[in-house]
């Protein structure tokens, strides 16, 4: 059975970023973004839809996501579809389906702040697959607003 797993996007953020840091150390950013379609419906009226969506970065990629983007930032994300689910406080089922950024590079500067010294792309980093860090750290973002 043949499958792949490759997600591209482009958008805003829409708060600043969410850094967190593993037990063991590890940097995990949330990037909570805004990714805009306009269309022309059956009566050629331009409309737009949003899709909210959240990018989940890991390491120095993280780190340098929370330094130099915020809330407005536009940005280009190359990564992954994942899934997880849990239980919630209250026992009831709850999923999110995530993009596990592999890439993140910075589009230019947002509203309300002026550019950043910032390089124009952020090297893809190596990204280890050791299932324990993200087991410790997908545990602790149960609360994320993301859930279905």
Not at 42 to 55: D, S
Not at 69 to 79: A, I, M, N, R
Request: a negative charge.
């Amino acid at each position: 059975m043949a499958s792949y797993n490759k997600v591209l996007l482009m958008g805003n953020l829409t708060k600043d970023p969410e850094l967190r840091y593993t037990p063991q150390g590890t940097a995990v950013a949330n990037l909570r973004m805004a990714v805009n379609r306009k269309y022309r419906d059956k009566n050629q009226e331009l409309k737009e839809e949003v899709c909210f969506i959240t990018a989940v970065v890991w390491n120095k990629q993280a780190e340098t996501c929370n330094q130099y983007l915020h809330k407005g930032s536009s940005c280009f994300v190359e990564g992954r579809l994942q899934s997880r689910s849990w239980e919630d406080n209250t026992g009831a089922k709850r999923s999110v389906i995530e993009v596990r950024a592999e890439r993140v590079q910075f589009m230019g500067s947002g509203p309300g702040k002026p550019p950043a010294a910032a390089p124009a792309q952020e090297p893809a980093e190596e990204l280890s697959n050791e299932p324990s860090t993200e087991s410790t750290w997908l545990g602790e973002s149960e609360g994320d607003a993301n859930e279905s």
